[in-house]
């Protein structure tokens, strides 16, 4: 048995698959998948843990024939699900996607899959945005899902654990035009919350080391009016990672551009983020923010030595089975750590209890260490989940650890 040795984008894990297929047509696709035992989809590898991983094999659908169509009438576009955020942005004219992650590099599929998010009050995450999918199911028949559809609901966020996405269809809306401020120093007691949803997209990122948040980024659509921030504008372009390059990130100080250059903090073309790293990301009710990031900064002394920078954001509520934000508007509090998954680890369990009376949803792609247990009980439609995947693939040809313990059937049976 060959194995692949191929890693994931931040290096801390190894996929255990067998090989990893790329075919070049849907009919190859549908061949493979059909003939196969045991097997996943693989977007670009940007998840932390083994969400993706897989003893059997992987597939990656970016061989796939590139199909970027916009239904001007309709204001959709369908686009084959292995593309990168950054390849559909710019063949959407006179169009736009509402929100977009911090980088545009991930793809389409596996950001949608775990309900990967940029920030906004009124924004969801980008799973939102989806209103069809189609996908090859075990038996390697395609089938189409659309929004309104029974099953829809549970289908957008699925770990990959229902099909092979080949292609979706996203809502547009119209192009728009961004300014991108950074404020440094707003003070923890000045209203966080207001500041956040003053403006299109807002993020905090603070280290936790004074009551203050380091940096405000403010994404104001330029139809907007101006939002007033209680810090200091900074002086230059900046980086929200302590030391990396602020050329890495969009543009900055108010200049005016296309929605797609400004909705990321990362240009396509630069590594994102700081590159070495860990991350983990913990979702709570927007109503309890504020007790949240209280909480979070009475344990700062455990989370400093491990930490790079941690950013906090906000989503809208939606109705999809599993997303973190399932009929809850929430703000996120994300850590980006150091590359040391031995230290990172205890820190993860600290924070996690300090937010346990929040019940909060940690992120489908980022590091946790939660008892499966835990995480479902804080997914009401966990339970049609489960259901939905049994009709769809009752051999459990896509399933791999972390869905198996996740959709664990509770002792005696009971529904959870
Ligand atoms: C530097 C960095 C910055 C990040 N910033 C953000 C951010 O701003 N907001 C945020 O919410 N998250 C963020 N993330 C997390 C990231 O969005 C998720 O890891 C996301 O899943 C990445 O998509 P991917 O294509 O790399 O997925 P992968 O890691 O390759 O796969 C993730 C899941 O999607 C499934 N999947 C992939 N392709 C398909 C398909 N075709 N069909 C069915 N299932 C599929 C896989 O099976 C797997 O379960 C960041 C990650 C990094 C490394």
């Given at each position: 048995m060959t194995v692949t040795h191929e890693n994931n984008w931040a290096g801390n894990l190894t996929y255990r698959a067998t090989a990893i297929h790329r075919p070049t047509s849907l009919g190859e696709l549908r061949t493979l998948v059909a003939s196969t035992d045991r097997i996943r989809a693989l977007g670009?590898?940007?998840?932390?843990?083994?969400?993706?991983?897989?003893t059997g094999a992987l597939v990656s659908v970016d061989g796939l024939p590139r199909q970027i169509d916009v239904d001007s009438a309709a204001s959709t576009v369908r686009v084959s699900a292995g593309l990168r955020y950054a390849e559909i942005a710019s063949h959407v004219d006179g169009f736009a996607l509402a929100n977009m992650a911090s980088l545009p590099h991930i793809s389409v599929a596996g950001a949608c899959a775990t309900a990967t998010h940029g920030s906004g009050v009124g924004n969801g995450s980008l799973?939102?945005?989806?209103?069809a999918l189609e996908m090859v199911t075990a038996t390697g028949e395609t089938v189409t899902l659309s929004r309104g559809d029974p099953d829809f609901d549970g289908a957008v966020v699925a770990l990959g654990a229902l099909g092979i996405v080949t292609a979706v269809t996203l809502d547009l809306v119209p192009a728009f035009e961004v300014r991108q401020y950074v404020y440094e120093g707003l003070a923890f007691d000045e209203d966080v919350l207001a500041v956040l949803a003053g403006a299109y997209s807002v993020s905090l990122f603070t280290?936790?080391?004074?009551?203050?948040?380091n940096q405000v980024w403010v994404k104001q659509r330029t139809t907007d009016p101006e939002l007033a921030v209680p810090a200091k504008p900074a002086d230059g372009p900046r980086h929200p990672v302590p030391g990396m390059p602020a050329e890495n990130c969009t543009q900055q100080l108010g200049v005016p551009g296309p929605w797609h250059e400004r909705m990321p903090?990362?240009?396509?073309?630069f590594t994102p983020s700081a590159g070495e790293e860990l991350q983990a990301e913990f979702m709570v009710a927007r109503v309890d923010a504020m007790a949240a990031l209280r909480a979070v900064y009475e344990i700062r002394e455990r989370i400093?030595?491990?930490?790079?920078i941690s950013e906090i954001r906000t989503i809208a509520a939606d109705s999809?089975?599993?997303?973190?934000?399932y009929q809850r508007d929430a703000v996120s509090i994300h850590f980006t750590l150091a590359a040391d998954p031995d230290a990172v680890r205890p820190v993860l369990s600290v924070i996690e209890r300090q937010l346990a009376p929040f019940a909060a949803r940690p992120h489908w792609a980022k590091l946790f260490t939660l008892a499966p247990e835990v995480v479902r009980s804080r997914y009401p439609r966990l339970a049609d989940f489960r259901d939905l995947t049994r009709r769809l693939d009752p051999e459990g040809k896509f399933r791999n650890d972390f869905v198996t313990e996740l959709l664990a059937e509770p002792a005696g049976g009971a529904r959870s």
């Open positions: 670009t590898r940007h998840s932390f843990h083994r969400v993706a991983d897989t799973a939102t945005a989806v209103s280290d936790w080391t004074g009551p203050t948040i903090h990362f240009r396509p073309e400093c030595p491990v930490l790079q999809l089975w599993l997303s973190p934000f």
